[in-house]
């Protein structure tokens, strides 16, 4: 059973930075496409950003230039890096992983980005 803990949101005003972790069990972790989402109150989810195992990352339009995910197979843990954040970039967070058809989900974690 693959269980995603995030950490790392919180408060921060506009133009700050936030990290966020997520830190995931089992052993499938090194072949896994890891992502970031996020959902804010009455939109749909949407991805964030996603680092496939060969590293190879892929992002929202609207995070280009200032989000940036990485990944530590040692750890097994994908981070989000948010620089810049604006207004618009508050929401639940949540973490993704998918591998062989299976996919799995964080709890999420709560941004809010204040003016």
């Known amino acids: 059973q693959v269980q995603l803990v995030e950490s790392g949101g919180g408060l921060v005003q506009a133009g700050g930075s936030l990290r966020l972790s997520c830190a995931a069990s089992?052993?499938?972790?090194?072949?896994?496409?890891m992502g970031w989402y996020r959902q804010a109150p009455g939109k749909q989810r949407e991805l964030v950003a996603d680092?496939?195992?060969?590293?190879?990352?892929n992002y929202a339009d609207s995070v280009k230039g200032r989000f940036t995910i990485s990944r530590d197979n040692a750890k097994n843990t994908v981070y989000l890096q948010m620089n810049s954040l604006k207004l618009e970039d508050t929401a639940v967070y949540y973490c993704?992983?998918?591998?062989?058809?299976?996919?799995?989900w964080g709890q999420g974690t709560q941004v809010n980005v204040s003016s």
């Open positions: 993704n992983q998918a591998f062989l058809g299976y996919v799995y």
């Open positions: 680092i496939n195992r060969g590293g190879r990352t």
């Open positions: 089992g052993s499938a972790f090194s072949i896994s496409l």
